[in-house]
C-alpha cells in the first residue's frame, strides 16, 4: 500500500507537470523585527522554537549585535538566518560603519549566504548629490564582505537617504559588484509612493531584487504611523496575492520577508495567522488567472 501510494504522487507530479499546472511558491518564507513588539519576550532560543512550529523558513535579525547567538539558536532548529540589519552613515566627516564589528559578524555568517540590509542614513532623502560618497563606502563593504558569501543590499527605508527604491537601483547599478543588490520593502513603498504602480517599479529593479518585504496593509491612509502600513498579512485592503503574481509573472524567485514591525501582542498568534494567509495568498498568486 505504501509502494503504491508513493506511485500514485510521483504519477501526480508528472501528470500536473505535463499540464503545466503551476504549483505553490517555493520562495523562502521569513518573518523579521519579531522582537521588540513580542509581549512575550520570548529568547532567540524561544522564537526559533516557535517559528519552527509554525512552518517559517528562518529569520531576520536586526543590528550587528547578538549574531552568534542568534546563528546557534537557529542552527540548532534546523532554521536559516537570512538578513541582518544594519545603518551606514553616508554623512560627509562621518564614520560610515565599524568596520571591525562588520568584519566580525562576516565571519560567523561565511558561507551562510545571509543578506545585509543596508539603511543608509544621515543625508537628505534621494539626494543624487551623495552618490559618489556613497559608492566609495558601498565598494568598501562589498571589498570585505565577498569571501564571506552574503550579499550587500540597499534598503529603502521612510526618511533615509535611499528612500525609494528607484534610489536604491540609481545607487546599486553605480557600484555595479555582483555582490550589491537591492530590496523592495511594500510597506515603505506605500508611504512614499502614492502612484501604486509597482509593476514597472519591479521590472526596473529586477536585475538586482534579492529581496521583498511584505506584510498586510491598507492601500492608503493618511494616518501617522505604521498601524495601518504594517499588519498581518490576513489584514488590510491591499491585493498582496496581485503584488506577489507580478512578482512571480517577472520571474522573482528569491527570498521573501513578512515585515512584522510594530505588530503587538503575542508574536505567536499573528505569525501564525501570517502564515496561514502566506500558504493561501502565495498559492493563489501561483495559480494561471481566467
Known amino acids: 500500500m505504501k509502494r503504491l501510494f508513493q506511485f500514485f504522487l510521483v504519477f501526480a507530479a508528472c501528470f500536473l507537470t505535463a499540464l503545466d499546472i503551476p504549483a505553490a511558491s517555493t520562495n523562502d518564507f521569513f518573518p523579521f523585527c519579531i522582537d521588540w513588539h513580542d509581549a512575550k519576550k520570548r529568547s532567540f532560543a524561544e522564537q526559533a522554537t516557535m517559528l519552527k512550529e509554525l512552518g517559517y523558513a528562518g529569520v531576520g535579525h536586526i543590528w550587528l549585535d547578538k549574531v552568534a547567538e542568534r546563528i546557534q539558536t537557529l542552527d540548532a532548529a534546523g532554521l536559516r538566518l537570512f538578513q541582518i540589519t544594519m545603518v551606514v552613515n553616508v554623512a ?52 570585505q564582505a565577498r569571501d564571506s558569501g552574503a550579499q550587500l543590499l540597499l534598503y529603502p527605508h521612510l526618511g533615509s537617504w535611499v528612500e525609494r527604491i528607484e534610489d536604491a537601483i540609481r545607487v546599486a547599478d553605480k557600484v555595479d559588484r555582483p555582490n550589491v543588490g537591492v530590496m523592495f ?18 521590472k526596473q529593479a529586477m536585475p538586482r531584487l534579492w529581496a521583498v518585504s511584505i506584510n498586510g496593509a491598507d492601500e492608503f491612509s493618511d494616518q501617522p504611523g505604521w498601524a495601518r502600513y504594517i499588519q498581518p498579512l490576513d489584514q488590510g485592503n491591499f491585493d498582496v496575492a496581485g503584488f506577489l503574481r507580478t512578482l512571480y509573472d517577472l520571474g522573482y524567485r528569491g527570498p521573501i520577508g513578512l515585515q512584522c514591525y510594530g505588530i503587538g501582542g503575542d508574536a505567536q498568534e499573528h505569525l501564525a495567522r501570517s502564515m496561514t494567509a502566506w500558504r493561501k495568498l502565495s498559492k493563489a498568486a501561483s495559480e494561471t488567472g481566467p
Do not use: T
Not at 560627509?92 to 561565511?110: H, I, M, Q, S, T
Not at 551562510?112 to 560618497?133: A, E, G, I
Open 185 to 202: 520593502n511594500l510597506c515603505h513603498w506605500l508611504r512614499v509612493d502614492k502612484a501604486r504602480a509597482y509593476q514597472p517599479l519591479l
Open 92 to 143: 560627509p566627516g562621518k564614520p560610515p560603519y565599524d568596520p571591525a564589528g562588520f568584519k566580525e559578524v562576516l565571519g560567523l555568517v561565511k558561507g551562510r549566504q545571509v543578506q545585509f540590509d543596508l539603511l543608509l542614513n544621515d543625508m537628505k532623502p534621494s539626494d543624487p548629490s551623495v552618490d559618489p560618497r556613497a559608492v566609495e563606502i558601498l565598494r568598501a563593504m562589498s571589498d
